[in-house]
């Protein structure tokens, strides 16, 4: 299990993820981007807690600040 200092839920890492045999070719492509997007979120997320002052419990509100501002951001 991974753990971040902006989220105290616990996820399996993408090398653990079961994968089907029979995946297509683009499967390997929307992993890597699905990752892209966690690590830029959790990037995002974890300098909100720090321009917050680090509050204890808003984990959850900083990251769907992130993700919000992230989704504006790639209009």
């Given amino acids: 299990m991974v753990r971040t200092p902006s989220s105290k ?3 399996t ?7 089907s ?5 683009a499967t390997p492509a929307i992993e890597l ?3 892209l997007d966690e ?3 959790r990037e995002r ?6 321009e917050e002052g ?4 808003r984990d959850l509100a900083h990251w769907r600040r992130a993700s919000e501002e ?4 790639a209009r």
């Fill in 39 to 41: 690590h830029l979120i």
């Fill in 54 to 57: 680090r509050p204890h419990g």
């Fill in 13 to 19: 890492p993408v090398s653990k993820v079961k994968s």
């Fill in 70 to 73: 992230l989704q504006q951001g």
């Fill in 45 to 50: 997320a974890y300098g909100i807690w720090i």
């Fill in 21 to 25: 045999k029979k995946a297509n070719a």
């Fill in 9 to 11: 839920v616990a996820r």
């Fill in 33 to 35: 981007g699905a990752r």
